[in-house]
Nanobody, 115 residues
Framework: QVQVVESGGGLVQPGGSLRLSCAAS????????PAWYRQAPGKQRELVAR???????NYVATVKGRFTISRDNAKNTVYLQMNSLKPEDTALYYC?????????WGQGTQVTVSS
């Protein structure tokens, strides 16, 4: 069973930055199209960013220009750099790793943006 662990969340003021990390119990390079999702209270989980093959990135419109997804196979980690954070970015953030038809999820890391 693949274990996925997110970290890096916390409380930050509006306009601040956080970098989320996603580590796995197996080599990150063995997974395709890693993604970050988030779920705010009372809302459905939404796709925030995906790193597709060839280095193509996709972002939900509300985070474009502020968030950046990346992977470092040498460090076995997928990142989500979040800048210019807004209160509406407050949510539980999840990492998704894919292998074939299987998707693996972590438990999430909480991001709270508040003054």
């Amino acid at each position: 069973q693949v274990q996925v662990v997110e970290s890096g969340g916390g409380l930050v003021q509006p306009g601040g930055s956080l970098r989320l990390s996603c580590a796995a119990s197996e080599s990150i390079s063995s997974f395709t199209a890693p993604a970050w999702y988030r779920q705010a209270p009372g809302k459905q989980r939404e796709l925030v960013a995906r790193l597709a093959s060839g280095g193509i990135t996709n972002y939900v419109a509300t985070v474009k220009g502020r968030f950046t997804i990346s992977r470092d196979n040498a460090k076995n980690t997928v990142y989500l750099q979040m800048n210019s954070l807004k209160p509406e970015d407050t949510a539980l953030y999840y990492c998704q790793l894919n292998r074939g038809s299987l998707a693996y999820w972590g438990q999430g890391t909480q991001v709270t943006v508040s003054s």
